[in-house]
């Protein structure tokens, strides 16, 4: 088992003949992602490494057969209509790698996906990668560094920071612990699968023992997933650090936020009601390891 | 988040047909009495920042007549405020106020959609009344496709407790400030104080907006100058800095900085982080260590070599420094030896003098360390080079002894000299910048070694010396990397006769500026 992908699923690269599209899906092709197609529209008929090209997501469906993922690497203004795209052709989970969407059309892509019972995650995403199955997106850079990096095993991860979702899970491979599955869920204020959704996918899936979770000041992430924890929807043991200590708080500019949301997104806040709730709470990503080899016994 | 000033938002509030107080901005106290005699009523004058609490600042006054504005006005012209010296004030007609309301809009990450909120009570002090006065605040989540419609707005206002007319201004107001914040990607939006008169009229008495970053490409007409979440105007170099940013769709560069002059006696380093979560994790080892940021810098998402380069560039140009730390989270998917070759360039170009702990991790960061150890022998300063098994804390002691060992001597800000390239060079374009190649010189050329070098493969030998294999129109489209592996191989191992210049618009004169005092 392992969450969202796995080496069965069907994916497809929207924008696949770009800088990022064709690097990254060497990367999926070269670790065993099952990549069925790419699409840009004017692209139909060529190939890259391998895997033909169409012109939309429809003509890839009726040509490959049903696709459950799409990764999209197209530049951040057009990706509001690569995603509605995917959505509209019938694909339920997104990835959206690039940065810089503008929030609005984060949402109007969450609504859509709501009305047609489809997922996402990103924007802003490295992806993420079922250790031994799959990856989508560019997790790892090269095959070769994503096998070295990443082992199956039992530690869920799910990070906002791209760089320590790899971090995390390396130093638990070095520690001898292996990953069920490793999620980037976006650097953004807005984004589809959030750490609450991802634990809920986590606590289904028998692989995962344990989660490492990387938070960070802002939003309401990791304040939801200790509501999640109190009331007993998520139960596996979770090793939780918060990022932003150091920031300074700042002068406010808006107090709209802090009507609606009170102290929720502070560091402080954060920490306490994870530690509140029975979360393991550590001051270092290097303890990471050490804490959930304790778990594990 | 780009902030926008009271008077900007109201002007656009205008737009969308909200009725706010007529007025303008002011810059000088002769222009601010112009305003109250054209307003030709009793005024308020507001200091325009991006802060709140303004009227315990003293950054709000009145005026009865234009000579009392003009007074006023050269009062708060020039004060200092938090971050601020005050440029400009808004000058407009004082209302006879009769109740204060509230209304705001903010994103719901939760829900992922935009909440508008609204309480009946506002002004001064509505954190506090909110947390007391619960039942006076209403929120609505907006269906981003619908839009906000007036039933629902009235809805909004009555659960907060109004009715009537006043219900009805309200709400009609509600829903055309959610049609310009919508027009214009703003992810927050807020009016406090939202009056009504004695008159009995609703207006917007002030207004913040912060337009989303990611969409500001959308709206020329602001004229935002640094899509940055800043509490203050951009500093000279921050500008510089985002021309870079702005010119380079490769990969993000950010750069903040926490001050403008170091203070002597403090230990203050340059920093350059890659990634926002690996930043932060470095941030705190090199703060545990005692040392004080002269700057943050982020440069993440697989930028090419010349833009690290200009990233290195501009963070040299901070007097005072007196080490260099660039580390991220360790384990980055992108190929590292595109930062160690932006900052092999700039360091050698500076002759850097202060010591440089530079945390590689991640793909081909054997290759990153190599370049790093390779290339800068002959540099005053020490450069050390680490992957993704030493941690941050470990490189931060390293800077803390290689900065004792330097006897904490202090950046010194070098001038940026023209490049001298020969006029018959060979030379083509790139993606942002020019390379040259003084053929002269590649007769004493051993190794040929820079064709070898070029990531890309664009470069072949022609005669013996080095020129483009590809069309010169495709190596400025962005064929050439800009990787920089060829002028460090010829610079270091040969004849010196590649040079890739790259210019940083601005540097040059704000450097001159600094070495003037």
């Known amino acids: ?297 | 988040m780009a902030r926008l000033y009271e008077y900007q938002g109201k002007k656009l509030l205008r737009e969308g047909g909200v009725r706010v107080p007529e007025g303008s901005v002011a810059f000088s106290p002769e222009e601010a009495r112009a305003i109250a005699e054209r307003i030709g009523k009793p005024v308020v004058l507001k200091i325009q920042v991006w802060l709140t609490g303004r009227a315990g600042m003293g950054g709000i006054q009145f005026a009865d007549n234009p000579g009392q504005a003009e007074d006023k006005a050269r009062q708060m012209l020039g004060m200092k405020v938090k971050n601020y010296v005050v440029d400009r004030i808004l000058v407009e007609e004082r209302l006879n106020i009769k109740s204060e309301f509230f209304a705001g809009l903010v994103m719901d990450d939760a829900r992922k959609c935009p909440l508008l909120i609204f309480s009946s009570v506002g002004g001064t002090g509505i954190e506090e009344i909110a947390r007391q006065n619960p039942e006076k605040i209403s929120r609505l989540a907006v269906d981003v496709g619908d839009g906000v419609a007036e039933f629902e707005a009235r809805n909004l206002v009555r659960k907060a407790g109004l009715s009537g007319s006043v219900m009805l201004q309200l709400a009609d107001l509600l829903t055309k400030l959610y049609k310009v914040a919508r027009a214009y990607d703003a992810r927050s939006a807020e009016i406090n104080p939202l009056v009504l008169t004695a008159e009995e009229s609703v207006y917007a008495a002030d207004c913040h907006l912060v337009i989303d970053d990611y969409a500001v490409f959308r709206h020329p007409e602001l004229g935002i100058e640094v899509a940055r979440e800043f509490d203050r105007p951009p500093t000279e170099l921050e500008k510089i800095a985002y021309k870079v940013e702005e010119k380079d769709y490769r990969g993000t560069f950010y750069f903040f900085q926490m001050t403008e002059r170091i203070p002597e006696g403090d230990k203050y380093i340059g920093f350059h982080g890659a990634g926002g979560g690996g930043s932060m994790m470095s941030m705190d080892a090199v703060l545990n260590k005692g040392f004080k940021l002269a700057n943050y810098c982020d440069t993440s998402g697989n930028p090419p070599a010349s833009k690290v380069y200009r990233a290195a560039k501009i963070i040299l140009s901070q007097p005072g420094i007196r080490g260099y730390f660039a580390s991220g989270s360790g384990v980055a998917s992108q190929e590292q030896y595109h930062s160690a070759r932006g900052m092999v360039k700039a360091f050698r170009e500076e002759n850097l003098r202060i010591p440089a702990v530079i945390r590689l991790g991640g793909n081909f960061e054997e290759e990153a360390i190599r370049i790093l150890g390779a290339y800068l022998t002959d540099l005053p300063a020490r450069v050390e080079g680490y992957g993704r098994d030493d941690s941050p804390e470990f490189c931060a002691g390293r800077l803390e002894e290689l900065i004792a060992e330097n006897n904490g001597a202090l950046h010194i800000v070098q001038p940026i000299a023209d490049p001298k390239i020969p006029k018959d060079a060979y030379a083509f374009d790139t993606l942002t910048g020019r390379l040259s190649i003084d053929h002269q010189k590649c007769a004493a050329c051993q190794t040929k070694g820079c064709v070898g070098a070029c990531a890309p493969k664009i470069l072949k030998l022609e005669a013996e010396k080095p020129v483009l294999a590809i069309p010169a129109e495709d190596a400025r489209k962005g064929k050439c990397t800009e990787c920089l592996a060829c002028e460090i191989f010829c610079t270091y191992h040969e004849q010196k006769a590649i040079f890739i210049h790259l210019p940083i618009p601005g540097l040059k004169e704000y450097r001159e500026k600094i070495l003037r005092g």
Do not use: C
């Open chain 1, 1 to 297: 088992m392992a969450i969202l992908v796995d080496e069965k699923s069907r994916v497809i690269i929207q924008g696949i003949t770009g800088r990022e599209g064709m690097a990254r899906a060497q990367l999926m092709k070269d670790y065993g992602t099952n990549v069925v197609a790419g699409v840009t529209p004017g692209r139909g008929g060529q190939d890259v490494y391998g895997i033909p090209v169409y012109d939309s997501v429809e003509e890839s469906w009726e040509k490959q057969g049903p696709i459950d993922i799409s990764v999209i690497f197209i530049p951040a203004a057009l990706v509001k209509n690569a995603a509605l795209e995917a959505m509209a052709a019938g694909v339920k989970l997104l990835v959206i790698v690039p940065d810089r969407v503008p929030i609005y059309d984060v949402l109007e892509i969450a609504r859509v996906a709501k009305a047609k019972g489809a997922r996402f995650v990103g924007p802003n995403t490295l992806g993420l990668l079922s250790p031994g199955k799959a990856v989508l997106g560019m997790i790892g850079g090269r095959a070769q560094r994503a096998r070295e990096w990443f082992k199956p095993g039992a530690i869920g991860v799910s990070s906002r920071s791209g760089g320590m979702t790899s971090a995390i899970s390396y130093y638990l491979t070095q520690a001898g612990l292996g990953q069920s599955s490793i999620i980037h869920v976006g650097g953004d204020a807005i984004v589809g699968l959030s750490h609450p959704e991802i634990m809920e996918l986590f606590e289904q899936d028998e692989q995962t023992k344990v989660v490492a979770m990387f938070g960070e000041i802002g939003t309401t992430q990791e304040e939801r997933v200790a509501d999640l924890i109190e009331a007993h929807s998520f139960t596996k043991p979770l090793i939780a650090f918060i990022g932003g200590k150091a920031a300074k708080s700042g002068t406010r500019f808006s107090h709209a936020g802090a009507i609606v949301e009170g102290t929720r997104g502070s560091y402080e806040t954060k920490v306490k009601r994870l530690r509140d709730v029975g979360a393991h709470v550590v001051d270092s990503i290097f303890d990471i390891p050490k804490k959930a080899k304790e778990l594990l016994k």
